[in-house]
């Protein structure tokens, strides 16, 4: 389909106007007094493409994913047995460590555990496709890249882009149906989610908190899973408050029920404290003990958050452990025919054998830390250089490595305020939004799959992440 580029111009100036009159947007600054500018979130003007084989597989995967999550974090000699040299050289992990060694030794006093959970992928093009025509899904493979298991975003965002994409593509006239563009609700499924654990709480007067940072720009996305609550039941009360406030002014009352302000805490959700740079001072760390301490339900808990980590999910890609999780074989395989080539690079035979195979091809690996929100990972000659600085050093259990995906590139609109408006080679993740709620004592009272992202970054652009600025926000064309 032809459509001039000063047309294009035009609809991408509607979409703008729509962008920000309904909330497919960041605030331009943090949160707080003068600081209320909107901006359009950086968006694809149009949806990706995705065959319907590749976008089900990831779909149908989701809940094998999270379940597997709630097992491992269950497990306390596998986490151990992953993370002990981790914690010995980064703090940030030492810190959550610590946190999960108190609530244990303190007594579980909330059984029940809630994900809301993000599972990304990339789709591979496979090495003997030949180049041209259309993209078969037998031309791609489906690579797991990470689990979100804490502050997973954009669930909101997303529900409102994916009705801004199906009005640029109804302004190009281009025709499509509920299966090439079904609905897509990760905000009313979180939604959904956080009720039911607030409902098993148990305690009508309690309230559900977002957990969020003292500064915080991606306010909006947060607010559509509160208005999601408001229409699921309004007589339930949502309260925003920050780590410092837990520290300052949150208390447990017979021993364990969370209170803040003199409310009782049913269900905290975290929006923050996924990465080391959320710990700015003792404060927050205490804040997080209180919280975990508590019989309020926490999303994530502790545990959750410690499967998250890159060393946790490189250790479930080694032959033979996803079967000590998961007893059903067909399982497996559908968790292992996503899984990329992980390996440990912690000091000593195995780890140098690794770290020798990434120096003599960088190229084909990416080395990561334990940290979230896009713009860790080392790639290329920043790789190498990293890895032949710490050939003896113990740094280096901080780390991971992981085959590195060269996915399908695809031409898109970036839309970024401030970045000119062009045709671009683009890649893009695919991420499945999934909510799991289960006890400790392996009862499963949810575990569903609850819509979809795509994550769009120009190609040749090494690390991603919105909030960083490195991609933009997209959702999937079904074909
Ligand atoms: P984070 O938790 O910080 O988002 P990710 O593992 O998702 O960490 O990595 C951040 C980004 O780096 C991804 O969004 C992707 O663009 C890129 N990336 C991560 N792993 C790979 C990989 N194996 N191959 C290619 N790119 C990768
Ligand atoms: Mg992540
Ligand atoms: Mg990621």
Known sequence: MQISQKRLKEISDIANAWAVSNGVSFKADREGPGNNEVLPTPYTLFPALVPAPIFEQARSS???????VHKVANDHNFLTQCLEKVVEVDPFM?????IYLKVREAGIKQSLMLGVFRNDFMMAVKENRKPGGIMKAEDLELKHIEINVISASF???VQQLTKLHKLTLNLCGK???????????PANGIAKGLLKAWQLYNNPQSVIVFLVAAKENNSIDQRWIEFEIYKQNPGVRVLRRTFADFRERGSLSCGSHLLIDDQ???????????TAENYTSEKEWNGRLIIELSAAIKSPCVQYQLVGSKKVQQELARPGVLEKFVPSKESVEILKATFADQFSVDLGPEGDKAVEMALASPEKFVLKPQREGGGHNLFDTEMATFLSHHISSKERNAYILMQRIYPWQQQNYLVKSASPFNLSEVVSELGIYGIYLGSCTADEFENYECGHLMKTKTSGTNNSGVVAGLAGLDTAFIY
Request: no cysteine.
């Open 62 to 68: 989701m809940t094998e994913f999270s379940r597997l």
């Open 94 to 98: 030492n810190g959550l460590w610590n």
């Open 175 to 185: 025709k499509f149906n509920s299966e090439e563009m079904p609905g897509n609700k």
């Open 155 to 157: 669930g909101g965002l």
């Open 264 to 274: 009782e805490v049913a269900v905290v959700y975290m929006r923050d404290g996924e």
